[in-house]
């Protein structure tokens, strides 16, 4: 079928059409609100020919009704202040009325009373007419309140007088209706007042719950009373024309609405048996029924809340009947069948928005009770951190329960999180697979993001459901173990499966469970010495395959890369070998726990494991040089870095022992020190490394002389150094000769500060003083600051008694007064100073 004109050119042509109404209409209102300001002036100077000041624009249609320049109008301050004097006005008339009623009125008789508040209330109703035929619409709103208030007054004289034994509840329902009845007559009988027809909207909110309460209605017939008061006020906020009316009558249906559908709500929480659970229902059907019809009509905000409230109180009337008599955790699965129920009944003829607000009104229902299901997952993962305190202490009583540290709790009360959990995944996994289809039932509009959602939410709540179930069943603990150890292989694989298919989502969701789930098994194994090695061996073997597989994925798409979608490509490239790295990283750490744990099973000491761990760095020193060039190479070095680093920690102990995990680990990183792309970092790794192990073997043996064993190592070193600047002179002095000098250098000013004699701190400051002088003369950096250090601060300590004496002998303000005199020396020479440290930072930076 051909459109004449073409869609686009219709559609330029409507834009247009809608330019040019929008432009009329608000020169209509300009208008207006030029009349309304002219009427509104006592006195209506003759208005000024109609002269436009300039032609209207091109393209745009002649103003014919435009205010003249220089056109009278009630200005805004006028306005203002007449508005504030008639407001004070109305409001000292009102409180004369109610004093004179409730002071004055006793000293009249019936007649007087009745006369004067005729005639009063009939005069104050009257007025405003004759002051809208006036043009005074302002004033006529200010004595029409007065009247309103009167009335008010008129219906208590008539209770305290007429009718005084009358039920008060009663008889204010009864005046509240007839109020309603008079101010909506009066209101559409002057249709330019605009406080009546509200007032009566007011008005008319409470008969029904009055009567109730002066019926003595129990708490059912109080939610029909608000329900019914809702529901006629938001056919009147929906059918009325006046904003005003509208404003109050919507402001009404939410308030009351919601108070007698939280009514029907707790009647339906408490009841104890589906008998008793119907009257409530029928409250909360009849709610979603009067939420639908407004919502039918209502703008597009209002129709998706409407949809929301009726779908929720679907839910909670039939899962309130289904529930009745039940624990409260099957209570939750009786709601979540409720909500997943209900997304099917989107398909029914219902606006749009109101379809989008049921759906959100089921998946709020279905969060609700995955939310209500929680508690129990965090209390299982939580809890197996608990072993950490009992290593090897054997199975724990109480199977499942007592190896997450719950064997107290109340389990039967959570029975129902598996189930809830494991239907919501269930549930999640068939809209992730026929995503098409489940988007047509749901009527939604289908988005990818939403699908690959859908995916990551069924894997995160399935094994949460399983995560939990041997705990809920009572399970031992060796099925406990089973059970995690399984869901984490299984976890494993599809995360490999998805990663390399390109399915991020669901691949991240079920790595990091994982990963999760492989902490939570290994710290539940930790109970028993045969759990442990069976639980990290096959998370070694795991996660082994589970980088190699990813990283064979990697490789090929990074081959496979189409040019037309390299980014997107790329990106996946980038998320296969981010997820390589940290399953290789687990690897290393599971490889750890069984070094450890075979140093517990040896029968070694804390401190003589460490060379057992050590084995791990070792390994990974090899993997890294396989790896060359490969980003998971990086990551599997630096997690035995970390293998390193406990190992180191566990030696702390003993200071012999430590001194050999630092040469192993010495080695370990000059062996690293040989690829290029290491020797930077791991260069001066492996010599700090050399020179703490040699410092700490000096120290464990005793050695008060280690000049006798530094001074061999730093001859040699330092002919090397010099040898290497001859034939390298852009070399760095540290490389050179810091290693060298800091050998002997630093032992010695150790040795110095615990020598009480004064030969060493002497010979030592005379060395540290020539090798400063050397470095400066030399412009050699290592020599000037590891001499200048060391000579001042065996200085420092030389020096230390005498300054303690001299400071002793002075009064103790002397200190702080030069301390002061310093701080406003350098203050005011604050610019030069900062000068002086540039030209010191530069002099040093231009030293090798």
């Not at 329902?173 to 007042?193: F, K």
């Not at 450890?596 to 099973?601: E, P, T, V």
């Not at 030389?798 to 001299?806: C, F, I, R, S, T």
Request: hydrophobic share 60%.
């Amino acid at each position: 079928m051909e459109h004449v004109p073409p869609p686009a050119e219709e559609l330029a042509l409507l834009d247009h059409e809608l330019a040019r109404l929008d432009a009329r209409r608000s020169q209509l209102l300009v208008r207006r609100a030029w009349l309304v300001g002219v009427l509104s002036q006592p006195a209506v100077p003759p208005a000024a020919p109609y002269a436009p000041a300039s032609a209207p624009p091109r393209g745009r249609p002649p103003v014919p009704f435009a205010a003249p320049p220089g056109a009278p109008g009630a200005p805004a301050g006028q306005r203002g202040a007449r508005n504030v004097l008639l407001t004070l006005g109305g409001l000292l008339l009102t409180v004369a009325a109610i004093a004179f009623t409730l002071v004055s009125w006793g000293q009249m008789g019936i007649a007087g009373r009745s006369a004067v508040l005729a005639v009063v209330t009939v005069t104050a109703l009257g007025v405003p007419a004759v002051l809208l035929r006036r043009g005074l619409p302002a004033t006529a709103e200010s004595v029409a309140a007065l009247a309103s208030v009167l009335m008010v007054l008129d219906a208590y004289a008539l209770h305290r007088v007429a009718v005084p034994d009358a039920d008060g509840p009663g008889f204010a329902a009864v005046a509240s209706a007839v109020l309603a009845a008079l101010w909506a007559g009066y209101g559409l009988l002057l249709g330019r007042l605009r406080l009546p027809l509200p007032l009566a909207v007011v008005s008319a909110q409470l008969p029904l719950p009055l009567w109730a309460w002066s019926a003595g209605a129990g708490a059912s017939a109080f939610g029909w009373a608000l329900l019914v008061t809702a529901a006629v006020h938001g056919a009147i906020a929906l059918r009325s024309t006046g904003l005003e009316v509208r404003v109050t009558a919507g402001a009404g249906c939410w308030v009351m609405g919601p108070v007698g559908l939280l009514i029907g709500l707790t009647l339906s929480l408490t009841s104890g048996t589906a008998g008793a659970a119907l009257a409530p229902a029928a409250l909360l059907l009849a709610g979603a029924a009067v939420a639908v019809s407004a919502a039918w009509r209502a703008p597009a905000g209002f129709a998706v809340a409407g949809g929301v409230v009726a779908g929720w109180c679907a839910v909670a009337a039939v899962g309130g009947v289904l529930r009745a008599g039940q624990p409260w955790g099957w209570s939750v699965l009786a709601y979540l069948l409720c909500g997943l129920a209900l997304s099917t009944a989107v398909r029914a003829p219902l606006p749009r928005r109101v379809g989008q607000g049921v759906v959100w009104s089921s998946a709020s229902v279905v969060a609700a009770a995955v939310l209500a299901s929680l508690p129990p997952v965090v209390l299982s993962l939580t809890g197996a951190v608990s072993q950490l305190a009992r290593v090897w202490a054997g199975a724990p009583d109480g199977g499942a329960r007592g190896a997450v540290g719950a064997a107290d709790l109340a389990w039967s009360q959570m029975a129902s999180a598996p189930v809830v959990l494991v239907l919501v995944a269930v549930a999640a996994g068939a809209a992730h697979r026929w995503w098409t289809r489940s988007v047509r039932v749901a009527g939604v509009a289908p988005r990818a993001a939403w699908r690959r959602a859908a995916g990551a939410v069924a894997v995160v709540l399935g094994w949460a459901g399983l995560t939990v179930t041997p705990a809920v069943l009572g399970l031992s603990y060796a099925a406990a173990v089973s059970v995690w150890l399984v869901l984490v292989v299984a976890l494993f694989a599809g995360a490999v499966r998805a990663l390399r298919r390109g399915n991020d989502a669901v691949g991240r969701a079920a790595l990091v469970c994982g990963l999760v789930g492989a902490g939570g098994t290994g710290s539940l194994s930790l109970a028993a010495e045969a759990a442990t090695y069976t639980v990290f061996g096959v998370l070694l073997v795991v996660s082994g395959a589970a980088a190699v597989m990813i990283g064979d994925g990697a490789a090929s798409a990074a081959r496979e890369l189409p040019a037309e979608a390299a980014a997107r490509a790329a990106r996946r490239v980038d998320v296969l070998r981010v997820a390589q790295a940290v399953v290789a990283c687990g690897a290393v750490a599971c490889a750890t726990v069984l070094a450890l744990a075979a140093g517990a099973s040896l029968g070694l000491d804390g401190h003589r494991a460490a060379p057992v761990v050590l084995v791990v760095p070792a390994l990974t020193v090899l993997v890294g040089a396989r790896l060359r060039g490969r980003p998971p190479g990086l990551a599997v070095e630096a997690s035995g870095a970390l293998a390193a680093v406990v190992a180191v920690g566990i030696a702390v102990p003993d200071r012999a022992f430590l001194a050999l995990v630092l040469a192993l680990c010495g080695v370990l990183a000059a062996g690293t020190a040989l690829r290029p792309e290491r020797r930077p970092v791991a260069g001066y790794a492996a010599t700090t490394l050399f020179v703490l192990a040699a410092w700490l073997r000096l120290s464990a043996s005793g050695v008060s002389a280690p000049e006798a064993y530094t001074l061999p190592v730093t001859l040699p070193a330092l002919v090397i150094g010099v040898l290497r600047r001859r034939r390298d002179p852009e070399a760095s002095s540290w490389t050179a000769y810091g290693a060298g000098l800091a050998a002997t250098l630093v032992p010695s000013l150790l040795a110095a500060w615990t020598d009480p004699h004064w030969q060493r701190p002497l010979l030592l400051g005379t060395a540290a003083l020539v090798i400063t002088l050397v470095g400066a003369r030399l412009r050699l950096q290592a020599l000037l600051l590891l001499g200048g250090a060391v000579l001042a601060l065996d200085a420092v300590h030389e020096l230390a008694p005498y300054v303690v004496q001299v400071v002793g002998a002075l009064p103790r303000w002397v200190p702080l007064a030069l301390a002061g005199v310093l701080l406003l020396a350098v203050g005011a020479t604050y610019e030069q100073r900062l000068r002086d440290a540039r030209r010191l930072k530069e002099a040093l930076g231009r030293m090798r």
